[in-house]
């Protein structure tokens, strides 16, 4: 599983070496690509609706990495807590995101469950939504559909070790956290020390 940061600049280069860190971007607040390939960690891009989404500043974030090696996925545009309204973004940017050449994320909301999801539109599930439907047995079915079909998933707002050993029994490649960004010099060798030491003991845990 890879922890994605976003800044922490400093802190991260010094841990780069793990195999379990890597970068992640985001319209408000955005490394340069420069940065990031200097470290040559895998990455992703987030659209940053979490805080107020703003399309134009995403464009221009999407323009700058445009052909950039490395990249995981980018979020497609969504309203938190809203499944049916963030299907309607995906089908309007999902689109766009592509014409970039990038991988896209669709992030999972509450009420997903009972809707048409396009599988074969997106390289990534994020499983955002309210932190109820995040850890409910709904997201969690829905993240092993995407596994079953090939899909990247990642969980967003892990800002604990309890978080992130529930990511692990999601099964998710990568998490994220403002926490880590806020606190680098703490929270990312203590989560980078789970990672490398506890074995996903909780894997399948509850199918």
């Known amino acids: 599983m890879l922890l994605l940061v976003n800044g922490a600049t400093k802190t991260v280069k010094n841990y780069a070496y793990s195999k379990h860190l890597g970068h992640l971007l985001n319209p408000r607040k955005m490394n340069s690509v420069e940065m990031v390939n200097s470290t040559g960690l895998w990455w992703a891009a987030d659209n940053d609706a979490f805080n107020g989404f703003n399309s134009d500043e995403f464009i221009k974030m999407l323009e700058k990495i445009q052909g950039q090696e490395k990249c995981l996925w980018v979020t497609s545009p969504d309203v938190v807590g809203n499944a049916k309204a963030t299907l309607a973004l995906f089908n309007q940017w999902e689109p766009i995101i592509h014409d970039y050449g990038l991988p896209v994320a669709l992030v999972g909301q509450d009420g997903l469950e009972s809707l048409k999801i396009p599988w074969d539109k997106f390289e990534a599930f994020f499983i ?20 079953r079909r090939g899909k990247w998933v990642h969980m967003g707002r ?23 960004s806020r606190f680098p010099d703490t929270k990312i060798p203590d989560a980078l020390k ?11 845990l509850l199918a």
């Open 194 to 204: 789970l990672l490398e030491t506890e074995p996903n003991y909780m894997k399948g």
């Open 128 to 147: 955002g939504g309210s932190t109820e439907w995040k850890l409910s047995m709904d997201a969690y079915k829905l993240a092993q559909e995407a596994k």
């Open 158 to 180: 892990v800002n604990s070790l309890r978080r992130l050993r529930y990511a692990q029994m999601f099964e998710c490649d990568s998490v994220d956290g403002s926490g880590f």
